[in-house]
């Protein structure tokens, strides 16, 4: 299935409004009916955007955007891929099984869930993927995958079972025995990052409680050798964050963590900035219709150094982020730090170094998600564009993956493209040429591939 999307306009009209229009895409705002995008195992969608040039408005570039959708066994939730791209990662809950109907904070609990790694491989000659194997954890979730450097040990965030840890090379046979390190009771990790050496993982962990704080940070020794193989992996410790810690990032230099917080905690000793700032703080933020309105969430910084040693004053800094803070990315350069605020259907930018020096004034600006419950984001094509996945969450319907053009200082015009029900995270391969979006309620790894 094909779609071209463009418009034509002259320079001349161009140029009379690009004080006001910068760098914008120079489509229209395309919403086919695609309701028999998923009756199928595996669908294509051909998209062809025409963006500005920054430096010569008048010359376009066109970026095509070729989708494909494979099904997978379970409720996907992350994807990787190996840097020669032979081999994508998938975590995958509930496989063979139907939905959990029950909330996120019971969902730890179960006994009955079936969840691990989903192994695809690619068919160089054909250009396509096919499930290959698939590798149970043994835990009650599979959730945010890390890749450790030389590609020879998978991390997992696994739930109440903690963070774990699978050699890629048996995965890669369609085999593999997790080795775990626990956290709390309760923990239900979710995300995992690792420091560029890949000494130490973070965990968020979601609604373990630690030092009367729900949600942490779990921190993780791995014992990776020269190789990239991990020895005995332990964890050092928790670090209390606040209440619902649904994920984190790490810097480009590894030197800082910033941590996503849904929720500020009913009480705290701890001061967060931006409470007087109307964008950042709210106390009627609501997800789904006809829930209570609750106040807003945060995102705290975290010095990695003295996290390793679970230094009592690792957090450098905490400020509110508007409704529901899920994701977090950094640009390369450090120059901006993308928050998305699910219940805000909307995109926050902070700079990183005014969230540690100034951090009532960190905020750059907000603008639209491009649809409904942003989740998951990337920066893909230099930085300069942000994939973000809005999962329509508490919707029937499907969600969408709107491309941003994030460069220039000005309200970015969303360009959709048709994902499946719940679009969760977002991965981009090594070359960054391919976006790997996860459809969690569509049971689907939705592959993106972007040329000139």
Known sequence: MGFVYHRKRTCQNFLASYDTKMNRMLVNNFKPTLTNLFSSMISNLTVTILFLSTHNPCKAQDLKIQSEIYATRGNPTSAVSTRDGRFVFISVTNVDQPDFPGPDSAAGSRTDSVSGIEVFRRDVAAHKLSSFGFVRTGSTGANGLVLLPRERTLVVGVGDGGVAFLDVRDLEQGKGTPRFAHQTAGAGTFDVVATPDGKYVFSSNEYGMVAGQRGSVGVISTGIDRTGRVGEPHTIGQIPIGDVVPSLAISPDGSRLYVASELLPQSSSFAIAGSKNSVLSKDNCVQKQGTTPRQNGYISVVDVRRAISIEPDAILA?????????????????????????????????????????????????????????????????????????????????????????????????RRIPAGGFPRNLSLSADRSTLYLTNYKSRSLQVLEMSH
Do not use: K, W
């Open 318 to 414: 905490r400020v509110a982020s508007g409704c529901s803070s899920v994701r977090i990315v950094e640009a390369t350069d450090a120059s901006r730090l993308y928050v998305s605020a699910r219940g805000d259907n909307a995109i926050l930018a902070f700079d990183p170094h005014l969230l540690e020096q100034d951090p009532e004034h960190s905020l750059l600006r907000l603008f639209a998600s491009g649809g409904t419950a942003p989740v998951g984001m990337r920066l893909f094509m230099n930085d300069r564009f942000l994939a973000v996945a809005n999962s329509n969450r508490f919707a029937d319907s499907n969600g969408s993956l709107a491309i941003l053009n994030v460069a220039a200082n000005v309200e970015p015009e969303p």
